[in-house]
């Protein structure tokens, strides 16, 4: 029973790094002022631009004809999705702090959820 349970908090938790990877795909393509690459060279990319590092070039993170991180590119939700997810887990499977924190602020998130819905049932009025 107590292996379901760790399986449930660890799925929930990989449901919450997907969409933190999603949000941090997002903010990186919308939220981006300057171009992250400015040559067609990417060692002299990774010199002079503050947004383009060695993880781009080895995951192989596409751009646009501007030098801008590409938001409709599949390959760079996939990759920020399962560099959040890989990080996550591996923290959370590292650490027994992180996870036991991560299942406290859960049970916590569940019981003012329930605790407000049945708040809410009680001052309902019917008629």
């Known amino acids: 029973?107590?292996?379901?349970?760790?399986?449930?908090?660890?799925?929930?938790?990989?449901?919450?790094?997907?969409?933190?990877?999603?949000?941090?795909?997002?903010?990186?393509a919308v939220f981006n002022v300057y171009p992250d690459r400015l040559s067609d060279k990417p060692l002299m990319d990774m010199a002079i631009s503050d947004g383009y590092d060695a993880d781009d070039?080895?995951?192989?993170?596409?751009?646009?004809?501007?030098?801008?991180?590409?938001?409709?590119?599949?390959?760079?939700?996939?990759?920020a999705v399962l560099s959040t997810l890989a990080l996550g887990w591996g923290a959370m499977l590292l650490s027994t702090e992180i996870a036991l924190a991560f299942v406290t602020a859960a049970d916590a998130l569940f019981a003012w959820v329930g605790g407000l819905?049945?708040?809410?049932?009680?001052?309902?009025?019917?008629?």
């Not at 292996?3 to 990186?28: K, Q």
């Open 1 to 28: 029973m107590q292996t379901v349970i760790g399986l449930w908090y660890y799925l929930l938790a990989g449901m919450c790094f997907v969409l933190f990877g999603t949000v941090a795909h997002v903010s990186r």
């Open 57 to 79: 070039w080895l995951f192989g993170t596409e751009y646009d004809e501007a030098g801008f991180y590409k938001l409709d590119s599949g390959r760079n939700l996939k990759i």
């Open 117 to 127: 819905f049945v708040q809410r049932l009680a001052e309902a009025s019917w008629w």
